[in-house]
């Protein structure tokens, strides 16, 4: 332990302990030249058995701390290494853990625990939204220093992770027993956002009801069996966040922080106290029944003007929207003045559902059907019986959605809301239901011959529909099955692609009836891109490469760049079609052009590089052009998570460039 007085580095004299772990130790310290306060976490090697193991664990908590910035973080500002110790040089965070609180006063006011709540979900949100998502995996009450003005941060990123898609599972066991979720534990799958939810759910369990899940009866009861005044819609939403199951959890943090800002709703005592105060209304109503007579002109201009303000609200949302896909950026501007307009009217759905799109177009998605799932579960505006907004969400869950690539389709939840829509208004929710209940199993365990002949009748079922809004829909879903499940379908002896074409090929008629542009631009988007991979998969599954079928996808491609709502996704797009004159057409020329566009746009992102960098190394055997790229992605941030460039690195060693 370094002695109090000691200066390190010729600057941060340690002024006294303020922490200790199983292998390190938390100084606070004063760093003389600027004259400020620092937290230094001093490890050393004496006493730990595998120190350089735990060195570089140290040094990854550290890296990734180093490139995030958020008010409820702490920042790393210093790593001083030696040959016995690492010092870690952070933000001082002034205050108690909240386990202090509770070890000095048991559970805590519900009403604190809840703005608490609200903090750390913003966190967490921040954290699964870096590129790749950061799994924080070590939420407890000691892990969260409350500040003298009653915000609270973060700490200790021992066990965080950054998330990979293609991890099957993590390691034996990381995080403490009681407040991590079964999939932390060996063999129990992948952690993934998630997790973190679980964890944060256990945390607030803790801190509500004063009992620690660590200790017996190792066990998490309804919240209000410990204290029946506790919210129960508060008590709903610790109960969803503590599923064992992560697809019954809330699914983003952005969705939970909806739900805690809007607990109350959800609450018994919320809905009796608004039939109270419609049961008091309703007295003096009935003795007041001649003057409603006298007054409904005035209700009819209360009428009018809430109909003016609700599309005046639309209005707004529409122009913020359409700055926000120009820039390419998403607004909270254009949701709050969808969410005003609901408020103002919330049996109307045209809100919803212009909400839910503007999310999904702006790769959103799991945020937005988080925010309106919440409002169908509280039965707000009895959107429970709102066909056109349960058609909406049915639908995404059902298609998926190719703009948010953390968004995963869902058949299982796609049926429970096509079950809720009333089918003798919406009668093609019947196909849908039967089809998400036939396809939420198993693949291999699917009858394919029965789903495809469900398919086949949906389709004659829409054939035979009026051109409108709803026949696109339904093309749009139908092709969607087939394209996502195709490699199945094939082994049925049906061709997924040209079945695919042909639907958007009426589908694309059918648009041609629509009025609005508006509505035409709706379902463009994800038309053009079922039709450029339905052209793309037919080119390559064959023999030989079908160049026509080729020459088409690209076109496609090529057209959906300007329609898409974000950079991210246009520059995916931009990258897609290089690879495709790269790895399928073979014309170098044009990839390398495509490639120097690519870089010129977008300078910070290494695969542009690195992927030009393969294709001059392997391909054009132009070592020269390869070091090149290779030195340039090297300076860049994003080259540490660029598979590409790794695999560059490594061809250019082997090749004794580097």
Request: charged share 25%; with cysteine.
């Amino acid at each position: 332990m370094a002695a109090i007085g000691t200066i390190i580095d010729g600057k941060y004299e340690i002024l006294k302990k303020i922490g200790q772990g199983g292998m390190s130790v938390v100084y606070l310290a004063m760093d003389n030249r600027l004259n400020k306060q620092w937290a230094i976490k001093e490890v050393r090697r004496e006493g730990i058995k595998d120190f350089e193991i735990v060195k570089q664990g140290l040094l990854v908590e550290t890296n990734m701390l180093k490139k995030l910035s958020h008010s409820h973080l702490p920042r790393i500002v210093d790593i001083i290494e030696t040959q016995e110790t690492i010092y870690v040089v952070m933000d001082y965070v002034e205050g108690k853990p909240l386990s202090y609180l509770l070890n000095e006063y048991g559970a805590q006011p519900q009403e604190n625990v809840v703005d608490w709540a609200k903090q750390l979900c913003d966190v967490l949100q921040y954290l699964h939204t870096r590129t790749p998502p950061i799994i924080y995996r070590d939420m407890k009450p000691a892990n969260i220093m409350l500040k003298p003005d009653g915000n609270v941060t973060l700490i200790d990123f021992g066990i965080a992770r950054e998330y990979k898609e293609s991890n099957l599972s993590d390691t034996t066991y990381l995080g403490t027993r009681g407040y991590a979720a079964p999939e932390q534990f060996g063999g129990n799958g992948q952690t993934d956002p998630r997790t973190d939810i679980y964890c944060l759910g256990a945390t607030l369990y803790h801190l509500l009801t004063g009992h620690n899940p660590c200790e017996p009866p190792y066990e998490m009861y309804p919240i209000r069996q410990w204290n029946p005044s506790l919210s129960a819609g508060l008590e709903k939403i610790i109960t969803k966040c503590t599923q064992r199951n992560p697809e019954d959890r809330y699914q983003s943090c952005a969705e939970l922080l909806y739900a805690f800002e809007h607990y109350d709703a959800m609450d018994d005592k919320y809905r009796k106290k608004q039939i109270r105060k419609l049961v008091g209304f309703s007295i003096p109503a009935v003795l007041c029944i001649a003057g409603i007579v006298v007054s409904i002109v005035g209700y009819k201009g209360i009428l009018n003007q809430r109909n003016t303000d609700y599309s005046n609200r639309l209005n707004e949302a529409a122009k913020y929207e359409s700055v926000s896909h120009m820039k390419g950026q998403f607004s909270t501007d254009v949701v709050d003045e969808y969410n005003a307009a609901i408020e103002i009217d919330p049996y109307q759905d045209e809100a919803y559902i212009k909400l839910l799109e503007y999310y999904s177009r702006m790769g959103q998605t799991n945020a937005g059907l988080g925010a309106i799932t919440f409002m169908i579960e509280i039965n707000k505006g009895d959107l429970q019986k709102n066909d056109e907004v349960l058609m909406e969400v049915a639908r995404l869950f059902f298609n998926g959605d190719s703009n948010d690539t953390s968004f995963s389709k869902s058949y299982e939840k796609a049926a429970r809301y096509f079950g809720m829509v009333n089918k003798k208004v919406v009668p093609e929710a019947k196909y849908y239901e039967s089809l998400s209940n036939s396809l939420s199993i198993s693949s291999a365990k699917i009858q394919w011959a029965t789903v495809i002949k469900d398919l086949q009748d949906f389709e004659k079922f829409n054939d035979e529909q009026e051109k409108n809004e709803t026949q696109i829909a339904n093309y749009l879903s139908l092709a969607s099955v087939y394209i996502t499940n195709n490699k199945y379908i094939l082994q049925s002896n049906v061709d997924p692609y040209t079945t695919t074409i042909n639907i958007l090929d009426k589908m694309e008629g059918t648009m041609e009836f629509l009025d609005e542009q508006s509505m035409r631009d709706k379902y463009q988007i994800e038309m053009i891109r079922m039709q450029a991979d339905a052209y793309y998969f037919r080119a390559i599954s064959a023999s030989n490469i079908n160049k026509e079928d080729l020459d088409v996808s690209i076109d496609k491609y090529e057209a959906l760049v300007p329609l898409l709502g974000s950079e991210q996704a246009k520059l995916n797009m931009r990258q897609k079609i290089a690879q495709i004159y790269y790895k399928d057409k073979k014309d170098y020329g044009t990839a390398a052009k495509m490639y120097e566009e690519i870089i010129k746009d977008y300078p910070e992102d290494s695969k542009a590089y690195s992927s030009y960098g393969i294709m001059a190394l392997v391909d054009m055997n132009d070592k020269a052009k390869a070091v090149e790229l290779y030195n340039k992605a090297k300076q860049l941030e994003s080259s540490s998570k660029d598979t590409n460039f790794s695999s560059l690195e490594l061809k250019l060693k082997n090749a004794g460039a580097i």
